[in-house]
């Protein structure tokens, strides 16, 4: 890449699989970039800097990754100035190994190394060597207190609570390429919150691979729900998520957060994993079916319109038939609000994969599918049930459906399309649910539950 004089901009372009913690990372990537005189562009074929930021939780995720990078190789060898980068999970897992396998690949950036790209993109235009920085040097300090300037305000932001985690289920390659757990000191999140919530944002996201745990075995921290309660006194927050929790540290404490905090979405996202005490066991999830179900109840109980939506992998080692009919039969008494389900796959350094009783390829794929006919059925009543009721929705932006619609969340966070006009973009608003969808809500906008909307006296603003 050539370096361009003071004024002129060069462009990255960030393509990102997984999840959300990596969808965060190249957030952050832009930024730090941002102060390197990048901007972020649309196509790849107009960028200087092409970014691949991976996922290697599934298989199937991994290989998607490597296609696409198989993809450049024409591209670069067009143009040899343009660099391209490796990062995330899998960057992580197979380091200094993929410049080796890979000959047109220029940079290799581990889950930890996303502030090191400046120094390696100045080392390699001044020397030209490809290089990987795969150590597990994070700081903390290496978060944002608050978005560049360069950043795009939008209604909800995620912010980091903590990295890595320490839980080893058997399946899981998150503790090797991510790290060891480590929570980020409260004061910086309220910091980074306050200056979210200055930039315009309405609703903020606390992201960690098991938030549940935050502060555990840090002296004078607070734990998550006096987190929880923390972020919720910063003046101006509207909305507040979290994501992801682990069944076995969820405690009582923590579920009364949703009954006593205005601000907590009545949304949990639980990943069960399995319906079978026997799998759940081999997976080393640390709970049972019963303690599961046990915290839905209790959940339910705090608070009653609470949304729950939950993980499942099917043909994990061992599982049988009767095993797959407790997960059926789980999914038929919790009633999920949604699913991600997935067929179990192999992944490197996981105990799982030395696991006798592998399932055939055939007989996942079909649990699969009978799993998710299942829980489509469900979602669908659910959402049918929706039908005819008031909701409160933040609104985010224009839907993905084009026309004049928008689009937002309601609490428990379905998604929900309406007419109306831009402006109500960031403002949480009253909509009346008309039609159901699978995966969506339609709606319009209550004119009389939402007199006291500034913006109510302009005509057009409800698109009707
Ligand atoms: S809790 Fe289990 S599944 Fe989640 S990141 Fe940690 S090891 Fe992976």
Redesign the pocket.
């Given at each position: 890449m050539s370096r361009p004089s003071d004024n002129e901009a060069r462009r990255i372009f960030v393509r990102t699989f997984g999840c959300q913690m990596n969808r965060y990372d190249s957030e952050r990537l832009v930024e730090i970039l941002g102060g390197q005189q990048f901007v972020a562009v649309e196509d790849y074929r107009k960028a200087d800097l092409i970014f691949i930021n991976t996922c290697s939780?599934r298989d199937k995720a991994e290989q998607k990754a490597f296609s696409y990078l198989g993809r450049l190789k024409t591209l670069k060898s067009n143009r040899p100035e343009l660099v391209v980068a490796f990062g995330g999970c899998v960057a992580q897992q197979y380091g200094e190994e993929l410049l080796v396998r890979w000959p047109h690949l220029d940079l290799v950036v581990g889950t930890h190394s996303i502030s090191k790209v400046p120094a390696m993109l100045a080392r390699y235009e001044v020397t030209g060597e490809r290089q990987a920085w795969v150590d597990f040097s994070y700081d903390f300090g290496d978060e944002p207190d608050g978005r560049s300037q360069l950043w795009k305000p939008e209604v909800s932001a995620y912010v980091t609570i903590m990295r890595g985690?320490?839980?080893?289920?058997t399946?899981?390659?998150?503790?090797m390429v991510?790290g060891r757990e480590r929570s980020r000191p409260s004061g910086e999140i309220i910091r980074e919150v306050e200056s979210l919530i200055e930039c315009g944002v309405r609703e903020v996201t606390l992201l960690g691979?098991?938030v549940n745990s935050y502060g555990q075995g840090v002296s004078g921290e607070v734990d998550f729900a006096g987190l929880l309660q923390r972020v919720a006194q910063v003046e101006g927050l509207l909305r507040i998520r979290f994501t992801?929790s682990?069944p076995k540290d969820l405690s009582s404490t923590l579920m009364r957060s949703f009954a006593d905090l205005p601000q907590l979405c009545p949304h949990i996202h639980l990943?069960v994993?399995s319906g079978s005490d026997y799998i759940l066991q081999r997976m080393?999830?640390g709970y049972t079916r019963d303690h599961y179900l046990r915290l839905v109840k209790e959940l339910r109980e705090m608070r009653q319109d609470v949304g729950v939506s939950s993980d499942m992998i099917v043909g994990f080692p061992g599982e049988s038939e009767e095993d797959f009919r407790l997960s059926l039969r789980l999914l038929e008494e919790v009633r999920f609000d949604g699913l991600f389900s997935f067929k179990y796959s192999d992944r490197p350094q996981t105990a799982a994969r030395l696991l006798d009783g592998k399932v055939e390829e055939e007989v996942k794929l079909e649990r699969l599918q009978r799993l998710q006919a299942l829980q489509e059925q469900i979602t669908l009543e659910k959402n049918e049930a929706q039908v005819g009721q008031t909701t409160l929705v933040l609104v985010e932006g224009p839907s993905q459906i084009g026309g004049s619609q928008l689009s937002g969340r309601t609490p428990q966070n379905r998604v929900v399309n309406f007419k109306g006009s831009p402006h109500l973009v960031g403002e949480e608003i009253h909509i009346l649910i008309t039609i159901a969808h699978a995966h969506s809500l339609e709606g319009v906008v209550c004119l009389e539950e939402n007199v006291n909307l500034k913006i109510a006296k302009e005509k057009s603003w409800c698109g009707r």
């Open positions: 939780v985690c320490d839980n080893f289920c399946y899981c390659i998150v503790p991510r691979q098991n992801t682990h990943p994993q080393n999830r």
